[in-house]
């Protein structure tokens, strides 16, 4: 099913996606002036909601743009248009809801502005885009452009102009068509991916790049979570190319693909190049907090050859 047939929620109506116009003029169409945030289902179940709500909600007081509804509201109409939604889809299938709020006018009260669009849209998660990475690993390329300093646009808000993102995602594809954008600050840090925060690990401990410096993601939190319960340490720290060349494994994390195993960093492999044991074990308690089998959902959308080829890999790295 296309995803402009799914269900949105716009401006208070519930809509199919073909109806769900906005006007020329949104601030958020002309200029970007706006506010996002998403969010998956796992077996047809939000994740993660209230972290992101809260999210959200926090992008929107950093913007200074007044939240079209409450949080409650919010939490109702996320569920309405997911329970919609998944009618719609297949059984073995999942979305992604998205969030969405522009900014009405530059006329301030009490220091905010009013929202102009507000949105709640859903698509059917892209499986087939990484699911091969969940055995293979990927690629992670440093492009020429770098993360958008703290200084001028506070990363821990999720706003809706993100050139540089989206200029360093294409920089890292024109490299190899496979490959994910690992982005640095303007002194050479290791910071985030384009749409994924970026983990490391040395030494049986996982690295995270300073924080400051990135979104703080909800599924960074949950694995965090799942570290803490397997025992397993985590160090803040500021960190450059040289120390994931050095590293044993590498993974991103984020809202569409959860845990994603990245395997080689500008054509030179991390560890052994393959995925490593310490994110299997992340991977394996990822599926277990959800209560799918996450990779195996992926991996069957592919191709048969493909997927043949990649759960012969996959019983081959579980034993």
């Known amino acids: 099913m296309p995803d402009v047939d799914?269900?949105?929620?716009?401006?208070?109506r519930l809509v199919r996606g073909r109806e769900a116009v906005i006007p020329i003029e949104d601030r958020g169409v002309q200029w970007?002036?706006?506010?996002?945030?998403?969010?998956?289902?796992?077996?047809?179940?939000?994740?993660?909601?209230?972290?992101?709500?809260?999210?959200?909600?926090r992008s929107m007081q950093y913007a200074r743009i007044a939240p079209p509804l409450g949080k409650v509201a919010l939490r109702q109409a996320t569920l309405d248009v997911v329970r919609e939604n998944m009618k719609l889809v297949a059984a073995d299938d999942d979305i992604t809801v998205n969030y969405y709020v522009s900014r009405g006018s530059m006329k301030t009260e009490r220091g905010l502005t009013?929202?102009?669009?507000?949105?709640?849209?859903?698509?059917?998660?892209?499986?087939?885009?990484?699911?091969?990475?969940?055995?293979?690993?990927?690629?992670?390329?440093?492009?020429?452009?770098?993360?958008?300093?703290?200084e001028c646009v506070s990363p821990k808000a999720k706003v809706s102009n993100k050139m540089n993102h989206f200029v360093a995602e294409l920089e890292a594809k024109a490299h190899n068509p496979d490959a994910f954008?690992?982005?640095?600050?303007?002194?050479?840090?290791?910071?985030?991916?384009s749409g994924a925060n970026f983990l490391f690990v040395s030494e049986?401990?996982?690295?995270?790049?300073?924080?400051?410096?990135?979104?703080?993601g909800a599924d960074m939190a949950s694995v965090a979570e799942l570290a803490g319960a397997m025992q397993i340490g985590c160090d803040e720290?500021?960190?450059?190319?040289?120390?994931?060349?050095?590293?044993?494994?590498?993974?991103?994390?984020?809202?569409?693909?959860?845990?994603?195993?990245?395997?080689?960093?500008?054509?030179?492999?991390?560890?052994?190049?393959?995925?490593?044991?310490?994110?299997?074990?992340?991977?394996?308690?990822w599926q277990?907090?959800?209560?799918?089998?996450y990779v195996g959902q992926a991996i069957a959308r592919l191709p048969a050859t493909d997927r043949q080829r990649l759960e012969t890999q996959r019983r081959a790295m579980a034993d």
Not at 6 to 12: D, K
Not at 37 to 54: A, E, L, N, V, W
Request: charged share 20%; glycine share 12%; proline share 7%.
């Open 32 to 57: 970007g002036d706006a506010v996002y945030d998403s969010i998956r289902t796992y077996g047809g179940k939000p994740f993660q909601m209230d972290f992101r709500i809260d999210r959200f909600f």
């Open 288 to 293: 277990e907090q959800v209560g799918i089998d």
């Open 181 to 193: 954008a690992v982005m640095l600050d303007l002194e050479g840090n290791i910071t985030e991916g």
């Open 204 to 216: 049986g401990r996982i690295k995270v790049p300073d924080t400051r410096l990135v979104l703080s």
């Open 237 to 285: 720290g500021t960190f450059t190319a040289y120390d994931v060349y050095t590293a044993d494994e590498a993974f991103f994390t984020t809202n569409s693909f959860g845990i994603l195993p990245v395997t080689s960093l500008n054509g030179l492999p991390i560890g052994d190049g393959k995925v490593g044991p310490l994110t299997r074990r992340l991977m394996a308690a």
């Open 114 to 150: 009013p929202a102009g669009t507000f949105a709640i849209f859903c698509r059917q998660v892209a499986f087939a885009s990484f699911a091969k990475f969940y055995v293979e690993g990927a690629p992670g390329i440093t492009p020429a452009t770098r993360r958008t300093p703290p």
């Open 6 to 12: 799914l269900w949105a929620h716009l401006n208070g």
